[in-house]
């Protein structure tokens, strides 16, 4: 009986009624729906951009990277933001500096100023999701943790969806500065919603301060280390390699100071308990392959197959739509199942559908076949990662939610950053081995073809991308293994130790 107030009490936010809840809710997706809108959109325009700009592929992908070497900078400050200035505030403040950056970057007159208005969106858009992760699971009872994360997955459904198809239409049809420039009014209805309806905090904990040297430490150590992976290997003058041990180097001294210091960045004790690091462990690895790869396939059709960014938006639809469906089933089926059951055939499902799209992948390729592959690897995407996370943050008591909801994004975050920087690498080096003295990975020389040219080089270009999907078809296989660490007991029991422990220290 007293366990329903125990929890509240203990962390001062009241419970929130269902009405309620859901209104909170519909604020926490619109927000999110335009940082993931924005992602996809992008993703389709990359070829665009490179050819307009005239750039080559190792830097157009800063314009992907930049963004998410942003959200990796900010998103450790998330936690402790949360605290010193309170949800709504945060939350506010996030959205107001992504919808500047989208301004700025629509207006932008060469790849460096569209790279750099990028990182101003990633400052914004990397509080968003943890801030509104957070309020919601504040807003909910821990044994509707999984249904709370499915509502985080109406953006990856809309997305996907929308994003590309609408991207790939501006493009064709108007410019790539609308790619950006849409974001202005469902920023501008976001910021409204917000301003209205996200519950006033209580007062922040006393006390608790910002991890200043942890913050020197991490956020240039994980710039460092992921430039370094996106670097032109193997070039004259090149400073990957330099750049990859300063940022471990780095990194590895923020984690020795995380584990000794009171109040950390990050608190990576979290990574101690197994019922966390299981599921951090596998979306970092689901994620490295999974984002990483999703730069690849607009390029894939584009640059081998010939088709509009319109095209490329129409034929991913199919795959967003299995992801996102099976994304709403498996967040309510965490809350009744054991979650490393879900999250296990998942991740064998979607390894499964991405190798048998790799080993297909060719210049004549059906689109029936393609498609069909695709499918069934949404469908394991969508069984992964809402139960993954709902399982990672549903063992916290809530005073450590904030802080487990900022450290699984950024796990995630970090693994979808070296990702992609590691298959611009891998595509670039298997561009230019079959155009040889093609600047940029090849990109330019693709687009200086005619049609009867590109078509002869078909390919060797698909036999490139097969390649490089290898090695992501490979980190998802990996991610079976944390996998097995995922609790087979059902989430009853879970959401009533975490009661429990409130009841203990209240």
């Known amino acids: 009986m007293s366990t329903t107030t125990a929890g509240p009490a203990a962390t001062g936010v009241p419970a929130a009624p269902g009405p309620r809840t859901a209104a909170i809710a519909a604020v926490v997706v619109l927000g999110s729906l335009m940082t993931v809108l924005d992602t996809t959109i992008v993703n389709v325009a990359l070829n665009h951009l490179a050819e307009d700009f005239h750039a080559p592929l190792a830097t157009i992908q800063w314009v992907t990277t930049g963004y998410t070497l942003a959200l990796a900078t900010v998103t450790p400050v998330t936690a402790w933001a949360i605290g010193r200035f309170g949800t709504r505030r945060l939350y506010l403040t996030a959205l107001t500096l992504f919808v500047l950056g989208s301004l700025l970057a629509g207006t932008a007159w060469d790849a460096p100023s569209l790279i750099a208005f990028r990182v101003l969106q990633g400052l914004g858009g990397g509080m968003v999701m943890p801030v509104g992760m957070t309020v919601l699971v504040r807003a909910s009872d821990p044994a509707r943790t999984g249904r709370t994360m ?24 108007a410019s790539w500065r609308w790619v950006f420039l849409v974001n202005l009014p469902i920023g501008a209805l976001a910021l409204v919603l917000a301003a209205r309806l996200l519950p006033r905090d209580a007062a922040a904990a006393a006390g608790r301060r910002l991890d200043l040297p942890g913050l020197l430490m991490l956020s240039p150590g994980l710039a460092a280390l992921i430039h370094g992976l996106g670097a032109e290997h193997g070039r004259p003058g090149a400073a990957g390699p330099l750049s990859v041990l300063a940022g471990a180097v780095l990194v590895a001294g923020f984690v020795v100071r995380a584990l000794t210091v009171r109040d950390p960045l990050l608190d990576l004790r979290l990574l101690g308990r197994r019922a966390f690091a299981g599921p951090a462990a596998t979306m970092a690895l689901f994620g490295c392959g999974y984002f990483g790869s999703m730069l690849l396939l ?22 967003a739509l299995a992801t996102g469906i099976t994304m709403q089933f498996s967040g309510r089926l965490a809350d009744r199942f054991a979650p490393g059951r879900i999250v296990l055939a998942g991740v064998a499902v979607a ?12 210049a004549a390729t059906p689109y029936w076949h393609v498609t069909a592959a695709l499918v069934v690897m949404g469908t394991g995407v969508g069984m992964t990662l809402m139960p993954a996370m709902a399982a990672a943050t549903r063992g916290v008591a809530p005073v450590e939610v904030p802080a487990a909801t900022t450290l699984v994004t950024i796990v995630q975050q970090v693994a979808g950053s070296v990702g992609t920087a590691l298959m611009s690498v891998l595509l670039s080096a298997g561009l230019a081995e079959r155009l040889p003295g093609a600047a940029g990975g090849g990109l330019a020389a693709v687009h200086a073809l005619d049609p009867a040219a590109r078509a002869a080089l078909a390919p060797g270009l698909a036999d490139a991308f097969r390649g490089t999907y290898g090695w992501a078809v490979a980190l998802l296989a990996l991610a079976v293994l944390p996998a097995l660490l995922l609790s087979r007991r059902t989430p009853g029991g879970a959401a009533e130790r975490v009661k429990s422990r409130q009841l203990r220290t209240s």
């Open 150 to 173: 499915s509502v985080l997955g109406i953006p990856v459904l809309i997305g996907p969806l929308a994003g590309p198809v609408l991207g790939g239409w501006l493009v064709d049809e």
């Open 351 to 362: 390894t499964a559908g991405f190798l048998g799209f790799t080993v297909q992948l060719g």
């Open 298 to 319: 607009p390029l894939y059709y584009q640059l081998v197959r010939g088709q509009s960014a319109t095209d490329v938006g129409l034929l991913g639809i199919p795959q």
